[in-house]
């Protein structure tokens, strides 16, 4: 549910971000609108970490956590060393979605105890869309 929470707030965000901006901060800002766009796109795998990592720690599995954040850090930090050069604010977003995205779900393959939490992400992305399809569609 998380997840779907994430996806509708991105959804109002990516609809109405020139409203927010220019509410918020006037005109001068309205360049930003694509910025706030894509850090609500990261809230979607930071929700979808949220629901594993309490699920792994309840398997007392903390260390792969450890791991998965460090290795995210990390490529943040290079990603922005490439991108925020040539790309300014737009290249850190990029950069941040990237590696919250490999820390939260991908990096889930890195160990076998991990893998099946993988799988769960996601089929609960496509779950809504195969259920529609086969129950309502069909």
């Not at 290079?78 to 300014?88: Q, R, S, T």
């Not at 941040?96 to 996601?122: D, G, M, N, P, V």
């Amino acid at each position: 549910a998380l997840i779907y929470l994430a996806i509708i707030l991105y959804l109002i965000v990516f609809f109405y971000s020139n409203t927010i901006i220019s509410v918020l901060y006037g005109e001068e800002y309205m360049k930003t609108s694509l910025i706030l766009v894509l850090h609500f796109v990261i809230n979607i795998f930071i929700f979808a970490g949220v629901l594993v990592d309490r699920v792994i720690i309840s398997r007392n599995q903390q260390k792969t956590i450890t791991i998965r954040i460090v290795i995210g850090a990390v490529l943040n930090i290079v990603l922005n060393f490439m991108w925020i050069p040539e790309y300014g604010a737009i290249g850190a977003s990029y950069s941040t979605i990237i590696s919250q995205f490999c820390a939260s779900i991908l990096l889930l393959l890195l160990f076998k105890s991990t893998r099946e939490y993988f799988h769960w992400q996601i089929l609960s992305l496509f779950y809504p869309a195969l259920y529609i399809y086969r129950n309502i569609i069909r």
